[in-house]
Every structure is written in structure tokens, then in C-alpha cells.
């Protein structure tokens, strides 16, 4: 399917920027930047194959993920000044991977006859694994544990696409409609600043 | 075996509600406290399968483990301030999980062939890598690696589950006489607020 | 080829001493140290048969390096106040290391079909992986990330080989050369203090 294919490769675009940008905050050299892109687009696609069984990862079946990835970590490199002026076109694309990551996770997890919870996990990691092994990376605390509706538009579309795959959608369908949920929840949210509810700690040391 | 996997699910829970708690403290949403529950409760095993190379690991092989953590995890979300009292048994409960965990990543490995050393380190990385990992996505050093006669209670039990199934013991009696020694140093180690040895580093900055 | 399989296991001590003093900087316990050589020793190597999807790991197969890492670890452990005053012979002996993981990890996958990126990658990570979990263990940011010219040595010898492979040079000569041109590259930017250029991020909070 062409438009999913170009919507992954937006997708990854965004996450590898995502992924260079935090390493050019954290004063990582080049190498960093490289390492940061490579991971927060391709992190969580391999782990998810991994968890499959999937051996050797996508991301060395086709190698279009690992050179784009690396190309736009370059870019970012060179030129993060401009690139800082530029959120507003960032956010959408990132919301655009996460939906495209959501379901090609999920659907893949479903063809190999993952169970209901294990679908969608697969689904949300593959759109989220790789952000936290960013975070990890950068000595943070991972921002999808903590802020915004990030995780919960995957969730949502994860258990949407799950569900129109066991009433029989089609699959194309059933694909674009998960994917376009998440989007759609992903960009209200950061426009509506919503975020999700936290046990109250109160003030104990910790 | 019924009463290992009964052990194996007492365990599971303990430690999935260790790790919800953690990401409470941490001041993490609702996601965050679901991932850091699955993670602990269920990443040590996972990542036991992935090196066995038995994938797609357990959880995703029977759901109840999934369904659990994370029904675990919410109830401490909403309910944590009653659960912070009770300490008494939930040390007592991650004391069973340590003790199962280790004898169940020990034997698996045992049946796959694996060496000496190799078993052991599956069966104290089952008990422990969910921990450090929680520990990790906290930002903070692993516990395990500092404190506490924790992990080499599951060293003592990888190596004298290793030693029966050896010297030919029926393999019940070798899981059970283990676990019950790695839940019994553990809690005794807790009683008794043992410690392991450091090389002592000075007053270096580090 | 019995010279290799010497400066690999040469690499494998010197990395376990490395991970071994990073865990006695951190002040954690005998196990803590363990974990921490292990890990910095194999872990890179590890992460690579699971991607390449060789499990179980060339660890599990041939428990020296486990052996050997454990070993290194416990008399780190004992003797770390000699060992700090041991620099220059560390520092070389990492670097042997170095280059002999790069050659190991990247004709590893050029023999499982991987493709140009793909190999280089997984030689750059069998010797830097290691040294990443370590730091991730430790909770900073990973030194390769930031500092030296320690990861593009490694980019250097993996693309040397990939490039020497593909024009049909015997393999011997192709693997020393390689490994020799990352070993020299790494001593000398230890000697002159290279270092790789960063993007100038300012002043700015972050």
C-alpha cells in the first residue's frame, strides 16, 4: 500500500528531527545527533520485530529507513537554527508518524496472531519505544510517561484498529481510519493542551 | 506445575504493583504508571525469551500476564495511598516473584541447553532486568546494583537449582527447594537489613 | 582464526575493566560490578546476534566471555586502587577492543546478507553498545554520544571493511586492517585529544 509506505517515511522524517534536535540540546556531537536520529525513527519498529520474532528487523530489509534517517539527522545537524523556527510544521508530521507507526505495529502484530493486549502493546511500542530509548539516551525521565496525550491517541487507535480487524473491515479501511484517529486526537491535543490524570503524590520526598 | 504458576502470578503482581508505584513517585500520568507496571512486572522474562531466542516472548503467548500487570497497576493508580501501608506484604509478595522468577528464567534456560554461568544469568536477569529497566525509564540507577542482599539471593538460588538439576534431583523438588531459598534469604536480608560489600571509592569526584 | 579470537578476548577484559570501574565510581555493590563488566564486555555483541536474529548469543555459546568478564569484574573489585594508576596500558588494550569488536560485528553481518549501512551499523554497535548500557546503568549520558573520537574510528574501520569486502580482498588481510586502522585512529585521538564537532546550541535553558 503506496500512501501507508509515504506516510512511514514522512513518519520516520519527523521522528529521526524529533531525535536529532534532543541530542543538539544534550551538546552531543555529530555522532550523537546520528545516533539519536537513527533510533527515535527506527527504536521502537525494531523492538517491535524483535518481540515478533521478525529477524533481522525492518529497518535492515529495507535500508530507505537507515539512509533517510541519517540524511535527515545530517540536516538537522546543519541546520537546527532554521529547523527551531519551524514547530508547527514539526508537530504535524510527528503526529503523522505516530498514527502511521500505530497501526503498521498493530497490523503486523495481528498478522502474526498476537492476542488482543499484545496488539495493541505492539502497536503503541512501535510508535513509542523509540522516543523512550531517546529519553533514555539523553538521561531523562521519557517525556510519553509524563506529559500530554502522546501515548493514548496510539492506545485509542490500537484498540480501534484491533477491533475493525476482528469485525471484518477491510483492511485498507481499517488502516487508514486507526491511523487518521490518532492523528486527529494527537493534533487536538496539542492544540487543547489536554493532558492525562496523575495520582496526586502529594508533597513526600521521593 | 499449578503451584509455580499460582507463585508465578503472586509474583507478577507484586512486582507489577512496584512498578506503578515508582512511576507514582516519579509523578508520571496514568500511561506511564501502566508502563512502568507491565515493565517490571514482565521485561525480565521477556528479555530471558528474546536471548533464548524463544520469540515471541511469554507474555504474548498467554495474555494473563498482560491482563494482570496492567489491572495491577491501575488499582495502585487509583488506590495508592491505601497501598503505601501495606509494605509488610508487599515485601513479603516480591519476595515469592523474586524467588518463582529466578527458578522459572533458570530452568527454561537449563532446557535450552544453556552452560553454567548462562543459566544463572537467565534466571537472575528474569528476576531483576524488569526492576532495572523500571529503574532506568525513572532516571535513577538501578536499585539492585546498590543496595540490598537482592540480587545475590537469586544468584545463590540460579546456582543451586543449577547444581540439583545436575546432580539429577526430580525437577520439582529442585524448583521448589530453590525458590523457597532465594524467598527466604531475601526476606531474611530484609529483616535483618544485610548488605553487600563495596569497594570502598574515597572521596573522588565522581 | 585464532589471532582474532585473541585480541577479542584481549577487548573483552579491557571492557569489563572499564564497566567494572564505572560501577565502582557509582559506588555500587560487588553484583553492581559484575552487572556493569558484563554488560560493557558483551553487551554490544549481544544486542547484535539479537538483531541479526542469531539467538542464543555468541555469549551463551562460548561461555569464556562470560568467564572472562566475571573474572576481570571481581579482581577490578579488589584491586581497583593498582588498577586506577594503569591508564596508558587500559587505554590501549580498549582500543584493541575496539577495533577488533568493529571487524567482528560488521563481517558478521556482511556473512548474514546484510546490506552497506546495515553491516557498518552493526559493527559500530557490537563495540559501542556495550559501553552505552553501561553508561544508561550508571545514569548519564552515554560518553560515546559527547566525547572524543571514539564511535567515528569505529564508522571508519566498519565502512573500510564493508568497502574491502566487496572488493574481494581476502578476508584476513580485510578484517587486520580495519581493526588496525580503528586501533590507530583511536590511540591517536587519545595522543592528540580529537574531538568531533558539535552543532553551537547557545545559552539556551534546556
Not at 533510533?39 to 515478533?52: I, K, M, P, Q
Not at 522516543?131 to 487507535?157: F, H, T, W
Not at 473491515?169 to 492544540?191: G, K
Request: positive net charge.
Amino acid at each position: 500500500m503506496n500512501l501507508l509506505y509515504t506516510l512511514d517515511l514522512l513518519g520516520t522524517a519527523a521522528f529521526a528531527a524529533s531525535g536529532a534536535l534532543a541530542a543538539i540540546r544534550r551538546d552531543m556531537d555529530i555522532f550523537g545527533v546520528m545516533v539519536l536520529g537513527l533510533v527515535t525513527a527506527t527504536g521502537g519498529g525494531t523492538l517491535r520485530d524483535l518481540l515478533l520474532g521478525d529477524t533481522p528487523p525492518f529497518i535492515f530489509k529495507d535500508e530507505t529507513y537507515l539512509y533517510l534517517s541519517i540524511a535527515i539527522s545530517l540536516l538537522v545537524f546543519l541546520f537546527h537554527h532554521t529547523l527551531s523556527r519551524l514547530t508547527h510544521p514539526l508537530t504535524f508530521f510527528d503526529a503523522v508518524g505516530l498514527g502511521t507507526f500505530v497501526v503498521i505495529g498493530t497490523s503486523k502484530a495481528l498478522e502474526f496472531q498476537f492476542g488482543f493486549v499484545g496488539s495493541v502493546m505492539a502497536g503503541v511500542m512501535t510508535a513509542t519505544a523509540g522516543g523512550m530509548i531517546r529519553d533514555m539516551l539523553s538521561n531523562r525521565v521519557p517525556m510519553v510517561l509524563q506529559k500530554e496525550v502522546y501515548a493514548s491517541a496510539c492506545l485509542v487507535g490500537g484498540i480501534l484498529l484491533t477491533l475493525l480487524h476482528r469485525s471484518g473491515m477491510p483492511r485498507t479501511f481499517a488502516l487508514l481510519a486507526s491511523a487518521f484517529t490518532v492523528i486527529t486526537l494527537r493534533l487536538l491535543a496539542v492544540r487543547f493542551n489536554w493532558s492525562l490524570p496523575r495520582a496526586r503524590y502529594g508533597n513526600a520526598q521521593h
